[in-house]
C-alpha cells in the first residue's frame, strides 16, 4: 500500500466569534470539497495516462481519499502505483529466459519479429528494460484541485453567509 504524502491546509474562522449570529466560517466544508476536487483531478489524470482500459480502472478503483483533521491523505491500494510514483531503474530483464515461447517484437519500422532471450544473449548485455521516470500524478491533482478550490472560495463562503442569514431571520 502507498500512501501519497500527506499535506495540510489551514483555515482560521472568517468571522469573530458570536458574529451578530452567524455561524464561523465551516472549514470542512472546503476540505471536503478539496478531498473531493483531488480525488477527481488524480481519476482523471490516470485517464489520461498511457494505460489500457483494464489497467485504468483497476488504477481509479484503487485510489481514496482520507480527512484527518486538516489534512488529506491519498491512499493507493494497488501494487503497479510503487512503480508508477517512485519510477523504475533500467535493469536487465533476466525473467525472459523462462519464456517457453518466442517474444513477439515490434521494431521501429512497424515490424513483427520473435526473438528467443538465451543465457548468452544475457551475458552480451541484451534485453534491457529502459526504465521510467516517476509521474506526478498526485502532484498535478493536488494543485489543480487547490487551484478549483481557490477560485470558488469566496462563491461557496458567500453560499454559506446566506445560508447563515436565511438561518437566523
Not at 480502472?57 to 489534512?71: D, F, Q, V, W
Request: a positive charge; zero cysteines.
Amino acid at each position: 500500500m502507498i500512501v501519497a504524502p500527506k499535506f495540510k491546509i489551514y483555515y482560521k474562522p472568517l468571522l469573530p466569534k458570536g458574529g451578530g449570529g452567524l455561524t464561523q466560517f465551516d472549514p470542512k466544508v472546503v476540505m471536503r470539497k478539496l478531498q473531493r476536487q483531488i480525488l477527481k483531478k488524480a481519476r482523471e489524470e490516470i485517464q489520461a495516462g498511457p494505460f489500457s482500459p483494464r489497467a485504468k480502472r483497476a488504477l481509479k478503483a484503487a485510489m481514496s481519499t482520507k480527512m484527518n483533521g486538516s489534512s488529506i491523505t491519498v491512499t493507493a491500494k494497488h501494487p503497479a502505483f510503487f512503480p508508477l510514483l517512485q519510477g523504475r531503474k533500467n535493469r536487465q530483464m533476466t525473467w525472459l529466459v523462462k519464456a517457453k515461447a518466442p517474444i513477439p517484437i515490434i521494431t521501429e519500422n512497424g515490424e513483427l519479429i520473435f526473438r528467443s532471450a538465451t543465457p548468452r544473449s544475457m551475458e552480451r548485455g541484451r534485453w534491457y528494460h529502459p526504465g521510467s521516470k516517476p509521474t506526478t500524478v498526485l502532484e498535478k491533482a493536488k494543485s489543480a484541485a487547490r487551484k478549483v478550490i481557490k477560485e470558488n472560495l469566496a462563491k461557496d463562503l458567500k453560499a454559506q453567509i446566506r445560508q447563515a442569514f436565511l438561518k437566523v431571520k
